[in-house]
């Protein structure tokens, strides 16, 4: 279906272009935010990811589990929960967290005006990691948690709107069409709490109870990557300004759909064990980009 719409916006575009060649063009540029990239926040900063496997935990009793039962392991530990296991052990582990992942957006595109108020537009979205994504956990300063969440995205979004000027040098727009997507998130790093849980249980059986959820056997040097390629929907709306006889500036917020279930592949004993060896997760390049560039009439 959005493969057969974006077909007809081609074309659309291409009919438009020829039939209205004393409209106005233009090429544009920006740079941009997006937030909480693949929407992962939730997983990096308080729920983290479930592993495949079981330790044993004791609720009540005498003389070992009398009332025993299991719990999931952790394959990814959120970070809230490191950030307790340091509260809680007074400095005997040591965290650094840096929340959910945010990258920056650059864009640049083609525009064209038709009609009287409707404009068309052509664009290239790379989006890339800069900021978060990053976790480490230290215990007396062994580093026994260490993971880093990467995300770039390539967005190619056709869109059609409407733009309305407000006064002589400047309009407002909004659109919406569809666009192709490719990319994908990683994380790669280690999960050794499981070997701190061992070496500490003969010295704190309840220090050692807070890091007893770790992959077993541990993730060492895992390095999985989910990629996704499609078609989805977006929209945008913003707002431009004049400022040299063909320059304008603009700011703008484009939303885009994009959103796909990948398969990676996991590298480590951990992984492989603790997920499995070819793993399915929701990947989402889609959210909602806010640019600042420069358009020029050409």
């Known amino acids: ?10 074309v659309s575009f291409v009919l438009l272009s020829l039939n209205s060649l004393s409209a106005k063009s233009y090429a544009f540029g920006s740079l941009g935010l997006q937030f909480d990239l693949a929407q992962m926040g939730g997983t990096i900063t308080k729920d983290g990811l479930d592993s495949a496997n079981y330790y044993d935990v004791a609720s009540g009793g005498t003389g070992g589990n009398v009332n025993s039962g299991v719990a999931t392991r952790r394959a990814v530990i959120p970070e809230n929960r490191l950030q307790t296991l340091e509260n ?13 992942m945010s990258g920056l957006v650059f864009s640049a595109g083609y525009e064209k005006d038709f009609a009287k108020n409707f404009f ?15 976790t480490e956990a230290k215990a007396l300063g062994f580093k026994f948690y260490d993971i880093t969440w990467d995300y770039n995205a390539v967005q190619i979004p056709i869109n059609v709107g409407l733009k309305i000027s407000v006064s002589e040098d400047n309009a407002l727009y909004i659109g919406g ?56 929907p977006n929209w945008i709306v913003g707002a431009q300004s004049r400022i040299t006889e063909k320059g304008f500036i ?7 759909f994009s959103y796909k ?27 909602t980009q806010y640019r600042v560039g420069y358009k020029h009439e050409l």
């Open 1 to 10: 279906m959005f493969r057969k719409s974006l077909s007809v916006v081609f």
């Open 88 to 100: 809680t052990t007074v400095g005997l582990i040591n965290v650094k967290a840096n929340g959910a």
């Open 120 to 134: 068309m537009r052509v664009a290239v979205n790379y989006t890339r990691k800069y900021f978060g994504g990053d």
């Open 177 to 232: 069409g569809v666009h192709y997507f490719k990319g994908g998130w990683s994380l790669a790093g280690s999960n050794l709490s499981n070997l701190v849980h061992d070496a500490v249980m003969p010295l704190s059986p309840a220090v050692a109870g807070l890091v007893s959820d770790g992959t077993n056997p541990p993730a060492i040097w895992e390095d999985a990557r989910f990629s996704v390629s499609g078609i989805a």
């Open 250 to 256: 603009y700011m703008e917020a484009e939303t885009l």
């Open 261 to 287: 279930l990948g398969t990676g592949h996991t590298q480590s004993a951990g992984g492989i064990l603790g997920l499995s060896p070819s793993p399915s997760y929701p990947v989402v390049l889609g959210g």
